[in-house]
């Protein structure tokens, strides 16, 4: 029974491994990302079936809804506006980085401002998992606004 167990975890190490380094060999080609013409700068999930989707296509920059039935041309965006808006977007850690990497650059970028975000405010966040099932993010909001539920006031 134990030598079973054993001989399961290590073909599912295998098997992980295998996959993880196909996923690696692919990234390193670019496999799966189209010819690199078409990228989408950002998404952001409206409701259960509804996305606002940036994405950029050579040099024009398209802001574009879509639903299950259709997808709608909502606007076309500046890509200089764009990609300013990404830079001011990024940690301050990797915009001191690009700063100190590329010395082109006169002034530096101003610091942005702090805000206050209300604590039951939609956490927004980047990556693969961003406005799907396993985004870490959405299911902190979804405790917390549970959680803000379920307290007792007296």
């Given at each position: 029974m134990t030598w079973m167990i054993i001989r399961l975890f290590l073909s599912l190490a295998l098997i992980g491994g295998v996959l993880w380094f196909a996923a690696k060999l692919a990234k390193k080609r670019g496999l799966g990302q189209g010819n690199g013409l078409i990228?989408?700068?950002?998404?952001?999930?409206?409701?259960?079936?509804?996305?606002?989707?940036?994405?950029r296509i050579a040099d024009m920059v398209l802001v574009?809804?879509?639903t299950e039935e259709q997808?709608?041309?909502?606007?076309e965006v500046d890509p200089e506006a764009v990609d300013a808006a990404i830079r001011?977007?990024?940690?301050?850690?990797?915009?001191?980085?690009?700063?100190t990497e590329?010395?082109?650059?006169?002034?530096?970028?101003?610091?942005?401002a702090p805000t206050l975000v209300h604590p039951r405010a939609a956490r927004s966040s980047e990556g693969v998992l961003a406005g799907s099932v396993l985004d870490r993010n959405g299911w902190g909001t979804l405790v917390d606004e549970l959680r803000e539920r379920t307290v007792r006031r007296s």
């Open positions: 990228e989408v700068v950002a998404r952001h999930r409206m409701g259960r079936t509804s996305t606002l989707n940036v994405v574009v809804g879509a997808v709608t041309l909502l606007a001011d977007r990024r940690p301050a850690r990797l915009r001191a980085e690009e700063d590329d010395d082109a650059e006169d002034a530096p970028a101003p610091a942005p």
